[in-house]
């Protein structure tokens, strides 16, 4: 029995002091650690997540230089290049490595079937290079640039995910359009939190007949349903708005309707708070109701709210995606990708030009990344959780 004693409990390893400090000096860094740091070294361990952050920080930092990303200009119509496919883009040349470049794009008209055919003319190359000086364009309204990501040699044609039936390049309005469909998400988020910090914690500090009005009015709302509600307040915007009120007006739209969840989550954790002894004492030492709850009872759960935040921003984007989609969203001139998506309605088209429903491809991208960095701030807001 001794035996078994000192084999499971006796170390014949020599003594460390060091390492037995190195432990209690990383005790110490943890146990002094602010909530915020604590997070983030849960967070961190959340790879996917983590990942997933990095691309939709990418994605938002990539609105802002929209026009030096796309090959084109919005608008720019190439009509000798109706509905043409992808365009591939070559290194080698008979075996040779001699950098980016593509091939002359020809077009011939099918007359038995009525299409447009596009075949690869290989006598002729466009070299293909990279922050080079292409069309000019306005930068955010405010002065003339011509810098490009990516440019084609005179006389060439870069057209990497085709264009539509205007002739206009796919790639360059894909780009354009995430400008507008992801900021659609974070300004409707920002909207619907204020709206439901606001009112949740309204009825879940008060309580009383506040919180019976509050909820009953939740409750009517939440008892609609969602995408013809939508649809039912999209078609009230009068058609003679400017795209840009349009725009703020289906922003508002989907703020109204998806503060309820959050101001009901508000709500809940305020009426736990509320009687903790902290909000006792500040109540008692003279803190008036909006200072307890904006000092004392907010930042107790704040995380949580981020969370909830990142995982209602996909709803919004594809709220705004299937609005357009159906013609009561966004409307041309404005691109989003659900207007994108919109010229994909007729299945034949698709069936003969299937690049045009390529936009689907960031809307999907997107609403798993916000899933998954949802997810990790979720698990990263209780770093104390196992």
């Given at each position: 029995?001794?035996?078994?004693?000192?084999?499971?409990?006796?170390?014949?390893?020599?003594?460390?002091?060091?390492?037995?400090?190195?432990?209690?000096?990383?005790?110490?860094?943890?146990?002094?650690?602010s909530?915020?740091q604590?997070?983030?070294?849960?967070?961190?361990?959340?790879?996917?997540?983590?990942?997933?952050?990095?691309?939709?920080?990418?994605?938002?930092?990539?609105i802002?230089?929209?026009?030096?990303?796309?090959?084109?200009?919005?608008?720019?119509?190439?009509?000798?290049?109706?509905y043409?496919?992808?365009?591939?883009?070559?290194?080698?040349?008979?075996?040779?490595?001699?950098?980016?470049?593509?091939?002359?794009?020809?077009?011939?008209?099918?007359?038995?079937?009525?299409?447009?055919?596009?075949?690869?003319d290989?006598?002729?190359?466009?070299?293909?290079?990279?922050f080079?000086?292409?069309?000019?364009?306005?930068f955010?309204?405010?002065?003339?640039?011509?810098?490009?990501?990516?440019?084609?040699?005179?006389?060439?044609?870069?057209?990497?995910?085709?264009?539509?039936?205007?002739?206009?390049?796919?790639?360059?309005?894909?780009?354009?359009?995430?400008?507008?469909?992801?900021?659609?998400?974070l300004?409707?988020?920002?909207?619907?939190?204020?709206?439901?910090?606001?009112?949740?914690?309204?009825?879940?500090?008060?309580?009383?007949?506040?919180?019976?009005?509050?909820?009953?009015?939740?409750?009517?709302?939440?008892?609609?349903?969602?995408?013809?509600?939508?649809?039912?307040?999209?078609?009230?915007?009068p058609?003679?708005?400017?795209?840009?009120?349009?725009?703020?007006?289906?922003?508002?739209?989907?703020?109204?309707?998806?503060?309820?969840?959050?101001?009901?989550?508000?709500?809940?954790?305020?009426?736990?708070?509320?009687?903790e002894?902290?909000?006792?004492?500040?109540?008692?030492?003279?803190?008036?109701?909006p200072?307890?709850?904006?000092?004392?009872?907010?930042?107790?759960?704040?995380?949580?709210?981020?969370?909830?935040a990142?995982?209602?921003?996909?709803?919004?984007?594809?709220?705004?995606?299937?609005?357009?989609?159906?013609?009561?969203?966004?409307?041309?001139?404005?691109?989003?990708?659900?207007?994108?998506?919109?010229e994909?309605?007729?299945?034949?088209?698709?069936?003969?030009?299937?690049?045009?429903m390529?936009?689907?491809?960031?809307?999907?991208?997107?609403?798993?990344?916000?899933?998954?960095?949802?997810?990790?701030l979720?698990?990263?807001?209780?770093?104390y959780?196992?």
């Amino acid at each position: 029995m001794s035996q078994l004693a000192n084999e499971h409990y006796v170390c014949d390893d020599p003594y460390d002091p060091l390492s037995i400090e190195q432990a209690q000096a990383e005790q110490q860094t943890f146990y002094l650690a602010s909530q915020w740091q604590l997070m983030w070294w849960k967070f961190k361990k959340h790879k996917l997540a983590l990942y997933s952050g990095v691309f939709v920080i990418l994605l938002y930092l990539s609105i802002l230089v929209c026009e030096i990303l796309a090959p084109y200009d919005l608008h720019t119509r190439h009509v000798d290049s109706i509905y043409s496919p992808p365009q591939p883009v070559h290194l080698f040349d008979e075996g040779e490595w001699v950098g980016p470049f593509v091939y002359g794009w020809n077009q011939t008209l099918d007359m038995s079937r009525l299409l447009r055919v596009y075949s690869e003319d290989t006598s002729v190359k466009y070299d293909v290079s990279f922050f080079c000086s292409g069309k000019t364009y306005s930068f955010w309204g405010m002065f003339d640039a011509d810098l490009h990501l990516m440019c084609v040699e005179e006389g060439g044609t870069l057209f990497l995910l085709g264009t539509d039936r205007l002739g206009r390049d796919m790639l360059s309005r894909i780009i354009y359009g995430t400008r507008i469909s992801v900021t659609i998400g974070l300004i409707g988020i920002c909207l619907s939190m204020i709206m439901g910090i606001v009112i949740g914690s309204l009825a879940g500090y008060y309580g009383g007949w506040i919180d019976n009005i509050v909820q009953r009015i939740i409750e009517v709302i939440r008892s609609f349903p969602e995408l013809p509600l939508w649809m039912a307040l999209s078609a009230v915007i009068p058609v003679t708005w400017s795209p840009l009120w349009v725009f703020f007006g289906i922003t508002l739209i989907l703020a109204l309707m998806d503060w309820t969840g959050l101001a009901r989550a508000v709500r809940s954790k305020l009426l736990a708070l509320r009687e903790e002894d902290y909000a006792s004492a500040a109540q008692l030492m003279g803190a008036s109701p909006p200072r307890v709850i904006r000092k004392h009872l907010l930042p107790g759960f704040f995380s949580h709210l981020i969370a909830s935040a990142t995982l209602s921003i996909p709803a919004m984007i594809l709220g705004e995606t299937a609005l357009s989609f159906l013609g009561l969203g966004l409307r041309p001139p404005i691109t989003s990708w659900g207007v994108l998506l919109a010229e994909a309605q007729n299945v034949n088209v698709v069936a003969v030009y299937p690049w045009l429903m390529l936009p689907v491809v960031p809307v999907i991208c997107v609403i798993l990344a916000f899933n998954f960095l949802g997810d990790g701030l979720r698990d990263a807001a209780d770093p104390y959780k196992h």
